[in-house]
């Protein structure tokens, strides 16, 4: 049976979450919910200022190795830079419900993403050939959010992360997502000033979507 976004518990961090917890939660959690003892999760948190590599990272992307610590993720993608005022969201589901379609799931959970932006008054869109989520046009172009996932035995790890209030300097350690053309941006250098908690308010009321997004097309493709 599928679940319901009632079914899913929902976690919400206020300090930030060194990131080793954050992969040893999500293993075990993954784990327990394909063995069916545990309930799928959500779970909104920021991490301290760190690097991330994904399983296509090119070290030769690692401007300044020695400006955070890099941890590597295991899921897809390149590098990405996690902190403070960026709220990261790391999704535990089981496709096994829901349609075993990867591409699905990411085109949902950009979905999601572009929903809460929308409700939050930033008009957000994909790229066609660059992962992630964009704001702006032309020249103004910008990234304000990334995605990155791993699936194990059908259970989805890791998820996404917006640029709601961070410090954007510390992107320049890296070539964000081994995009180097465009720039990235945040709500707050947007003049969306907000708490996480608004942020966290808009991904939940967005969320029923994202399920029947996934459960809908998923299934059916």
Request: aromatic share 8%; glycine share 10%.
């Amino acid at each position: 049976m599928t679940s319901t976004a009632n079914d899913i518990e929902w976690k919400i961090s206020d300090d930030p979450v060194a990131y080793e917890d954050a992969l040893a939660f999500m293993e075990l959690r993954a784990a327990a919910i394909r063995e069916g003892g545990a309930r799928e999760c959500v779970w909104l948190l920021e991490h301290p200022p760190l690097f991330t590599a994904g399983t296509s990272a090119d070290p030769s992307e690692l401007l300044n190795p020695q400006e955070f610590p890099v941890f590597e993720a295991g899921r897809g993608g390149r590098y990405t830079y996690h902190g403070p005022g960026q709220r990261v969201g790391y999704i535990m589901l089981d496709l096994d419900k829901r349609g075993r379609d990867i591409r699905c799931f990411v085109h949902a959970l950009e979905g999601w993403v572009i929903d809460t932006l929308a409700e939050l008054g930033v008009a957000a869109h994909r790229a066609q050939g660059r992962i992630g989520i964009w704001t702006g046009e032309g020249a103004d172009e910008k990234k304000i959010g990334a995605l990155g996932v791993r699936v194990k035995r059908w259970v989805t790890l890791h998820g996404f992360s917006l640029n709601v209030a961070p410090d954007l300097t510390h992107f320049s350690g890296i070539v964000p997502c081994g995009i180097a053309e465009y720039g990235v941006t945040s709500l707050a250098d947007l003049g969306k000033q907000m708490p996480l908690t608004r942020v966290d308010a808009a991904l939940k009321r967005s969320f029923p979507s994202f399920l029947k997004a996934l459960n809908g097309a998923c299934k059916e493709s």
